[in-house]
């Protein structure tokens, strides 16, 4: 028996991460059927989200509701979730803090935060259960921590009655009794503005309570090493706070330790790990773990490289709202990964990230104005999208605003201007910035004309692998501008850029065999340049091609 249910969940399993949700749920319910809770689980869940099935809270509360009364704390949640949804036809707000009260008392923290946000609201308040605010006090007064704390609460979260000063005199009254939650709130108190800003008032709070084991002040603390904030910077002691709060199942936790573990901030790199965590959290629908699994998939991080389930769990968290998923996912759909290619949907999508502030994706729905792309093309409108990302230091808009300047696109054409938008991107080291300035030194486009001052820019760029940049200081070393005429480097420099199938290079390239410039003259070489770089588009080459085919020579023949 226990083999066969193994079996239906190893076929579900693999189905579902094909993208076959519908088939998966056939295996998972009848894994359910025979009592497996994990497979009750994960049908409940895909009824909850309309997963590869209809939606059906109905059919939730059928899949576990008995492992919910026997204490599986997942489900307690999710059978409040159930009840609490502003959707379901089984809406019961009695029955949804029964459940997040069940969950919550099994150490399950959403459950804690939702039941803390139940309480809050009007008509279930804790101050209003006993009938009236003055009842909580006085329970406060004397000394009921939980009325402390649900007063701390009522004055720091309740817009109507905030008092800064009050909630924190009742949280410092349960802190003193050794509460981990007040002391976390302290702590919250002196990071943010709200309590003049002390960040080391607020490590001190925050230790208090993450020795106590508390999830939530161990995350804040772990924020603090992370970004030395009211501490000295250490990533070692934030991986370490980070695993402490992962493992009490806190989803903001264990999304940050797969960072730690992807990017190897505290030196232990391992990209499976990484997936590990991203996935415990992504299945608790968090977004950004979502996101960060989505990019696994995309990247082949930890995992084997696969668009089609990175779609899955971009569109998870996008559906969420998450600005950087909605981006990633009209990417996919700008580009044709995991989906059919759709400008139309890519555009909306890259609007939807942008208008949260999302920079990369400000920039795309610039791009998307700027050509015309599934929108009118309207340079004021890409020009406001391209200073919006610049706002947030963005290198890609602060090349986009330059050239929008330089060609005078939406703006009077103003190389000038164009000059000192490059300037701001150069500040970044980026290639394109570095060669474009080398470019109007040359031509003395925004600057006084300098030779050398191209030569020192083109060389900058192409140190960082920029082929026209490549080809560029190759014609400058060729024609002995702005340094000593050397058809050796020239040769060098195009026989870079042409490596990177830059046309213009190929062209000069094809003149350097031919001319044996640099190099050994070699008619065939130079046939087969100009050959490739017509084909590229350059038409030099491509009538010098065809006048050495009209005067006798012939690719791959004895032409020397």
């Not at 959403?110 to 039941?115: D, G, R, Y």
């Not at 190897?264 to 965590?277: H, I, N, P, R, T």
Request: proline share 1%; with cysteine.
């Amino acid at each position: 028996m226990d083999t066969n249910i193994n079996d239906l969940m190893i076929q579900g399993q693999g189905l579902y991460a094909s993208g076959n949700r519908a088939d998966a749920i056939r295996y998972f319910e009848m894994a359910a059927q025979m009592g497996n809770e994990n497979a009750k689980m994960i049908t409940a869940i895909c009824y909850f989200n309309g997963d590869g099935v209809g939606k059906s809270y109905y059919k939730v509360v059928e899949c576990i509701k008995d492992i919910a009364e026997k204490g599986n704390v997942d489900a307690e949640f999710l059978m409040a979730e159930c009840y609490h949804m502003e959707d379901s036809p089984i809406k019961n707000e009695v029955e949804a803090y029964r459940w997040y009260d069940k969950a919550a008392s099994h150490g399950h923290l959403e459950a804690q935060s939702k039941k803390r946000e139940i309480e809050l609201s009007k008509d279930k308040s804790n101050l209003y259960k006993e009938g009236s605010l003055e009842w909580v006090i006085d329970k406060a007064e004397q000394g009921d921590v939980d009325a402390q704390i649900e007063l701390g609460n009522y004055y720091s979260e309740n817009e109507e009655a905030r008092d800064d000063k009050e909630a924190l005199k009742w949280y410092r009254r349960a802190a003193a009794q050794g509460s981990a939650v007040a002391q976390n709130e302290i702590g919250k108190f002196y990071y943010y503005d709200s309590y003049q800003g002390n960040k080391k008032e607020a490590v001190k709070w925050y230790s208090m309570a993450a020795e106590q084991g508390y999830p939530f002040a161990q995350a804040n603390l772990a924020i603090c090493y992370e970004l030395g904030e009211g501490v000295e910077q250490n990533y070692d002691e934030a991986f370490n706070l980070y695993r402490k709060a992962a493992a009490q199942g806190y989803v903001f936790a264990q999304d940050s330790l797969g960072v730690y573990y992807k990017d190897g901030l505290a030196g232990v790199q391992d990209e499976k790990e990484a997936v590990k965590w991203f996935e415990k959290a992504a299945y608790q629908e968090y977004a950004p773990a979502q996101y960060n699994l989505g990019d696994c998939y995309f990247y082949g991080i930890g995992v084997p490289e696969n668009d089609d389930e990175a779609v899955v769990w971009f569109r998870k968290a996008a559906d969420q709202g998450n600005a950087d998923a909605q981006y990633k996912l009209g990417f996919c759909y700008e580009y044709g990964f995991g989906v059919r290619q759709n400008n139309r949907e890519a555009a909306n999508l890259y609007k939807l990230s942008a208008d949260q502030g999302n920079a990369e994706a400000q920039v795309r729905i610039g791009i998307f104005y700027e050509d015309g792309t599934c929108v009118d093309q309207d340079f004021s409108t890409a020009l406001y999208w391209y200073h919006k990302a610049a706002e947030q230091n963005n290198v890609s808009a602060f090349n986009r605003i330059a050239d929008c300047y330089y060609f005078g696109k939406g703006v009077t054409k103003d190389y000038s201007t164009a000059v000192d938008w490059f300037l701001k991107a150069v500040r970044y080291d980026d290639s394109y910035a570095l060669y474009s300035l080398g470019y109007c030194y040359k031509y003395g486009q925004g600057v006084t004309q300098n030779y050398s001052e191209a030569v020192k820019f083109f060389k900058m760029a192409a140190d960082k692998g920029h082929a026209s940049a490549q080809c560029a200081l190759g014609e400058m070393y060729e024609n002995g501008l702005g340094v000593h005429r050397d058809n050796d480097a020239a040769f060098q420099c195009y026989q870079l850029a042409a490596e990177q199938g830059n046309a213009d290079a190929l062209y000069h390239l094809g003149q350097c065999y031919e001319y044996a410039h640099g190099v050994r003259r070699d008619m065939n070489s130079s046939l087969e340049c100009y050959r490739e770089a017509g084909e590229k588009g350059n038409q030099k080459a491509a009538k010098r091609y065809q006048d050495l085919l009209d005067i006798g020579y012939k690719p791959g023949g004895y032409n020397n």
